[in-house]
């Protein structure tokens, strides 16, 4: 019964551990120094679409995971999350895209500011997979808005 008891038990902290869909403070971090410290000519922008078809194909190793990208799109929702990062949802071709960012980013968010609901930015962040209970294939962490 001990036995049992403590695979079940071990069995819901691997699959709650998981199944977290935007990681952690510290995953964000490390994530927002590598994006800043790219080498800008060697980003590639991809489509939401192209994400969500690779993310989703599971005959396919994307092996754009890990990389840091460029996605564009309307900003239809952002949030502040538990842990004190912002969660921003972009959207192109009806296909979303969760972008994250650590709290620094939080004067560039408001009605008068760069992310707002309704504008369309390009934002740069590393590319990973999303967590069994997320609403899209893939997140982009340690994301920055790219100036045009």
């Known amino acids: 019964m001990t036995r049992m008891l403590a695979a079940i038990v071990a069995s819901l902290i691997v699959i709650f551990t998981g199944c977290s869909s935007?990681?952690?403070?510290?995953?964000?971090?490390?994530?927002s120094t590598v994006v800043n410290q790219v080498d800008?000519?060697?980003v590639e922008q991809l489509t939401i679409t192209r994400l969500h078809d690779?993310?989703?194909?599971?005959?396919?190793?994307?092996?754009?995971?890990?990389?840091v990208i460029d996605v564009s799109g309307e900003v239809i929702a952002?949030?502040?999350?538990?842990?004190?990062?912002?969660?921003?949802?972009?959207?192109?071709?009806n296909k979303d895209a969760l972008c994250l960012f650590s709290d620094d980013i939080?004067?560039?968010?408001?009605?008068?500011?760069?992310?707002?609901?309704?504008?369309?930015?390009?934002?740069?962040?590393?590319?990973?997979?999303?967590?069994?209970f997320s609403s899209t294939p893939f997140v982009l962490d340690g994301c920055a808005i790219v100036n045009d």
């Open 22 to 31: 935007t990681g952690s403070t510290e995953k964000t971090q490390t994530a």
């Open 40 to 42: 800008a000519s060697k």
């Open 54 to 67: 690779a993310f989703l194909d599971s005959t396919s190793n994307s092996s754009d995971e890990g990389k």
């Open 78 to 93: 952002f949030e502040m999350t538990e842990d004190n990062r912002f969660s921003v949802t972009l959207r192109d071709e």
């Open 106 to 132: 939080a004067n560039q968010i408001g009605s008068d500011k760069a992310i707002h609901r309704g504008a369309n930015i390009t934002v740069r962040g590393q590319l990973g997979k999303a967590g069994l």
